[in-house]
C-alpha cells in the first residue's frame, strides 16, 4: 500500500472511509483474472459425419462465401495418408484466408502442417519434433494477427506450442524445417485437449476430451484461456487456464463420448463443437454443437 494512504488514515474518519475503499479496489484488482470469463449457452446442433466431419472444424473468411472446412479420417487425400500421414486433427484459418491441417503418424520424430492458400495452391510444412515433445498433433490454432500458430499435443499438458503460422509468416518456408518458436506456460494442467481456436487477441477457447474430470471437476470441459501477451515467437506467454462448462454429452446410446474439434467464427459470434457419441451412435446421432455468449 502506498505511503500516502498508510498517512491518511491516521487523520479524520473520512480517510478511514478512503482508506477501507483503497483497499477493496486493490483486492478486487488483483483478484480479477486476465479477461472476463464467458458464457457460453447451447443454441443448436448439427449432425457430424463420422467419416468426414469427426476430427476438427473451421470457418474460412477468404475468399468470401468460402464453407465451413471440416476434417476427419474420410478428408485425408490418398497420397498424403500413402506417405504415413494417417491422422488429421482440428485445422484452423487465417483471417486472410490460409487454411492449415495438423497432420501426424504412427512413429517417426516430426509432425506436418498441411497449408491452403487463399488461391488454392497446397503445400507442406514438417516440424522436427523438439525435446520432450509429444509426436501426437491435435490441433492449430492461427493468432488474430496472423502471423503466429498455437499448436496442442495430446494427453496432460501444461503448455502449447508456438510455431511461426507456415505460408503465412515469411520466416516459414515448404523446404525447411519449421520450427518451434515459443511456448505457452499454462497455469493449470489440461488433459487430451482436442481443439482451440482464438476467440481475441490474448483468449483461446478450447475443447477437452478429459474422460477423468479430476483436473477440473467436470468431464469434457470447454475451457477458455487467457494470455498474459499476444504471441509474438519471441517470448514465451502464460495462460491461465478456466472451465466454463461441460460439453453436451446426448446420444440415444450410452458409453465413452468423444469431445473434438472447435471453431470460433468473429462474423457471427457463434462456438461450434464436434462431439462424437458413443458405440454405434457414432454413425447416428454425433453432433456439431453451436453456442453463443449469454
Known amino acids: ?31 480479477a483474472p486476465a479477461s472476463a470469463v464467458d458464457t457460453w449457452t447451447e443454441t443448436g446442433s448439427d449432425r457430424a459425419d463420422p467419416l468426414t466431419e469427426s476430427q476438427g472444424l473451421t470457418s474460412v473468411e477468404v475468399p468470401v462465401g468460402s464453407p465451413n472446412q471440416y476434417t476427419g479420417i474420410g478428408t485425408i487425400p490418398s497420397d498424403v495418408r500413402g506417405r504415413g500421414w494417417n491422422h488429421v486433427g482440428d485445422p484452423d484459418a487465417s483471417y486472410g484466408g490460409y487454411y492449415i491441417e495438423p497432420y501426424q503418424r504412427d512413429s517417426g520424430n516430426s509432425k506436418m502442417f498441411r497449408v491452403r492458400a487463399p488461391g488454392g495452391a497446397r503445400s507442406e510444412y514438417v516440424h522436427t519434433l523438439g525435446t520432450g515433445e509429444a509426436l501426437n498433433n491435435s490441433w492449430v490454432a ?37 520450427p518451434q518458436a515459443s511456448t505457452v506456460n499454462l497455469d493449470h494442467a489440461v488433459r487430451d485437449v482436442q481443439g482451440c481456436d482464438f476467440s481475441g487477441p490474448t483468449t483461446l477457447l478450447c475443447s477437452s476430451d478429459d474422460p477423468e474430470g479430476t483436473l477440473f471437476g467436470v468431464t469434457k470441459p470447454l475451457l477458455q484461456v487467457d494470455l498474459s501477451a499476444a504471441p509474438n515467437g519471441t517470448a514465451d506467454v502464460s495462460g491461465h487456464v478456466t472451465a466454463l462448462r461441460q460439453l453436451p454429452l446426448r446420444s440415444a446410446c450410452s458409453g465413452t463420448f468423444e469431445a473434438e474439434g472447435i471453431d470460433y467464427d468473429r462474423r457471427t459470434g457463434t462456438l461450434r463443437v464436434i462431439v462424437v457419441s458413443p458405440g454405434f451412435c457414432v454413425l447416428t446421432d454425433s453432433k456439431t454443437y453451436r453456442f453463443t455468449r449469454g
Do not use: K
Not at 147 to 166: D, H, I, K, N
Open 1 to 31: 500500500m502506498p505511503a500516502s494512504v498508510r498517512q491518511r488514515c491516521h487523520t479524520t474518519p473520512s480517510a478511514l472511509v478512503v482508506l477501507a475503499t483503497a483497499i477493496a479496489v486493490l483486492l478486487t484488482v488483483s483478484a
Open 142 to 178: 492461427v493468432s488474430p494477427d496472423g502471423q503466429w500458430m498455437l499448436a496442442g499435443e495430446y494427453g496432460t499438458m501444461s503448455r502449447f506450442l508456438v510455431f511461426p503460422t507456415p505460408g503465412v509468416n515469411p520466416a516459414t518456408s515448404p523446404s525447411a524445417n519449421l
